[in-house]
C-alpha cells in the first residue's frame, strides 16, 4: 500500500477493508480513467460517488449551463451558480470532494464530430446523457474504439441502465438495443415528460456501483443485461438484451 498516502488510506478505509476489494481493487480504482458524457441528473450522481470513491481520472462532458430548473435533480449545482457553465462546475466539486482525483472538464458538445477524440483514451465511459442522437454516437464510437459503456436514463418514473461491450461476439451494443430510428431525434425528453429527482439519482448511483464493479473486478458481468427500475411499482428488472445480427454498429 506504499502507493497511497495516508490521507488515501484513511480515505478509502471503508473499501480497502471489504474483502472482494481491498487494496488491490482501491488500486485499480485510482489507477483508472473515466469519462462522464452529461453533468446532468445521473451526472450529479455519478461525479460525486466516483470521485470518492477515488477513480484517478475522471473526464466531465457537457456544453450546457446551469438553469433553475436543473437544481431539482442536478444536485450538485447551487442556485448561485445559475448561468455557469456545467462541466467546469463539476469538475470543481468533485475536486473539492477529492483532491486525489484529476479532473479535466471539457465545455464542449460531444456529437459524430468530436465523440473519438473526446472519448478514447478512457476505460470505461458513462453516458447519462439527455437525448438518442447523442446517446448513438457515444455507443458507436465506444464499439468501435472497444471501451466498454455503462448507459444510464431516466424518465418520469423509469429508470434504465446497462453495461454495454458490443465489440464482443456475444454481447449487444448500444444500437442492436435502442435501433436506428433515433438517430435524427435530438429532444431532451426530462423537459419534455418531466422526471423525478430522487429517480435520476438512483439510476446514477446504480450506473457509478456498475462501474465501480467493473474497474475493480467485482461481481459477476452484468454486459449484455438491461436492468430496469421502475418508480411506481418500486421494482427493479432485469433483462438479457440479444446481440442484433443485423446491427450496423456490432453485427456482421
Ligand atoms: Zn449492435
Not at 478509502?12 to 480504482?29: D, K, N, T
Not at 436543473?70 to 451558480?81: A, G, M, P, V, W
Not at 470532494?97 to 458538445?109: A, F, G, K, S, T
Not at 449487444?172 to 439519482?201: H, I, K, N, S
Amino acid at each position: 500500500m506504499n502507493d497511497f498516502t495516508d490521507d488515501e488510506l484513511e480515505r478509502y478505509a471503508r473499501h480497502i477493508v471489504l474483502p472482494q476489494l481491498g487494496g488491490v481493487g482501491q488500486r485499480r480504482l485510482k489507477a483508472a480513467s473515466i469519462a462522464i458524457v452529461g453533468a446532468g441528473g445521473i451526472g450529479s450522481a455519478v461525479i460525486p460517488a466516483l470521485a470518492g470513491a477515488g477513480i484517478g481520472k475522471l473526464t466531465i462532458i457537457d456544453d450546457g449551463n446551469v438553469d433553475r430548473s436543473n437544481l431539482q435533480r442536478q444536485t450538485i449545482f447551487r442556485e448561485d451558480q445559475l448561468g455557469e457553465g456545467k462541466a467546469l462546475l463539476a469538475a470543481a466539486y468533485a475536486t473539492e470532494l477529492n483532491p486525489h482525483v484529476e479532473v479535466r472538464p471539457i465545455d464542449q458538445r460531444l456529437d459524430a464530430a468530436t465523440a473519438e477524440e473526446l472519448l478514447g483514451g478512457h476505460d470505461l465511459v458513462i453516458d447519462g446523457s439527455d437525448n438518442f442522437a447523442t446517446r448513438l454516437t457515444v455507443g458507436d464510437t465506444l464499439t468501435r474504439l472497444r471501451i466498454p459503456l455503462i448507459s444510464a436514463a431516466a424518465v418520469m418514473f423509469q429508470g434504465q441502465i446497462g453495461l454495454f461491450r458490443g465489440w464482443e461476439v456475444d454481447k449487444p451494443c448500444y444500437r442492436c438495443f435502442v435501433g436506428d430510428a433515433f438517430d435524427a431525434e435530438d429532444c431532451d425528453t426530462c423537459a419534455e415528460q418531466g422526471v423525478v429527482g430522487a429517480l435520476t439519482a438512483t439510476v446514477g448511483s446504480f450506473g457509478a456501483l456498475m462501474a465501480i464493479r467493473v474497474i475493480a473486478g467485482v461481481g459477476e458481468d452484468s454486459a449484455g443485461k438491461l436492468f430496469l427500475f421502475d418508480g411506481l411499482a418500486l421494482d427493479w428488472r432485469k433483462i438479457r438484451l440479444p446481440k442484433n445480427p443485423g446491427c450496423g454498429t456490432c453485427g456482421g
